[in-house]
T-cell receptor, first 115, second 114 residues
Framework: KAGVTQTPRYLIKTRGQQVTLSCSPI?????VSWYQQTPGQGLQFLFE???????NKGNFPGRFSGRQFSNSRSEMNVSTLELGDSALYLC??????????????FGSGTRLTVV | AQSVTQLGSHVSVSEGALVLLRCNYS??????LFWYVQYPNQGLQLLLK??????LVKGINGFEAEFKKSETSFHLTKPSAHMSDAAEYFC????????????FGKGTTLSVSS
């Protein structure tokens, strides 16, 4: 079956712009989480959505937002981009929101470069 | 606050040697614990997870980990390293009892030489 699909794979944006990243979870998975990966900070949790509701949120500024649609697809948005937002953004999905029971399946990520 | 410490950012072994990657966590409640592997330019792949029950957990590709509550450790081992095991490995703990919102360690890069 198809895995977690993230689009686009690569993105270059200018400081001050905004960006939207997309994630399609595995069919049947209703939980979607987003993580930011940078060389300095490592992997950091952004937020988690389950059945269109945000259940958990990490320690990121309000410029980072997300949403989940009724088909479980999710988008995250970053407004007013800063150089420090350059990172690999990973999306992960899980069955029934029980990541502890089933683990997460990660996508290959979107590599965002802010110039 | 929960945190994960991976001792050693880089571990080098010879092919056929034992692999030991160390992970310690701090948690006020019994945690969900995970090991993930990341190959270059790819996402993370789940190796194994501990939820409840047996403390020795077997995962994919011959890896296993033992949950030791008294030591707050969840070290990853593999009896015999293979060249294809070269990758970055991440230990993670959940922020809540649903097992979501993972906190990751900084990662350990495993190099395997022939």
């Amino acid at each position: 079956k198809a895995g977690v699909t993230q689009t686009p794979r690569y993105l270059i944006k200018t400081r001050g712009q905004q960006v939207t990243l997309s994630c399609s979870p595995i069919s049947g998975h209703r939980s979607v989480s987003w993580y930011q990966q940078t060389p300095g900070q490592g992997l950091q949790f952004l937020f988690e959505y389950f059945s269109e509701t945000q259940r958990n949120k990490g320690n990121f500024p309000g410029r980072f937002s997300g949403r989940q649609f009724s088909n479980s697809r999710s988008e995250m948005n970053v407004s007013t981009l800063e150089l420090g937002d350059s990172a690999l953004y990973l999306c992960a999905s899980s069955l029934e929101g029980a990541g502890g029971q089933y683990g997460y399946t990660f996508g290959s990520g979107t590599r965002l470069t802010v110039v | 606050a929960q945190s994960v410490t991976q001792l050693g950012s880089h571990v080098s072994v010879s092919e056929g040697a034992l692999v030991l990657l160390r992970c310690n966590y701090s948690s006020s409640v019994p945690p969900y614990l995970f090991w993930y592997v990341q190959y270059p330019n790819q996402g993370l792949q789940l190796l194994l997870k501990y939820t409840t029950g047996a403390t020795l957990v077997k995962g994919i590709n011959g890896f296993e980990a033992e949950f030791k509550k008294s030591e707050t450790s969840f070290h990853l081992t593999k009896p015999s390293a293979h060249m294809s095991d070269a990758a970055e490995y991440f230990c993670a703990v959940s922020l809540n009892q649903a097992g979501t919102a993972l906190i990751f360690g900084k990662g350990t890069t495993l190099s395997v030489s022939s």
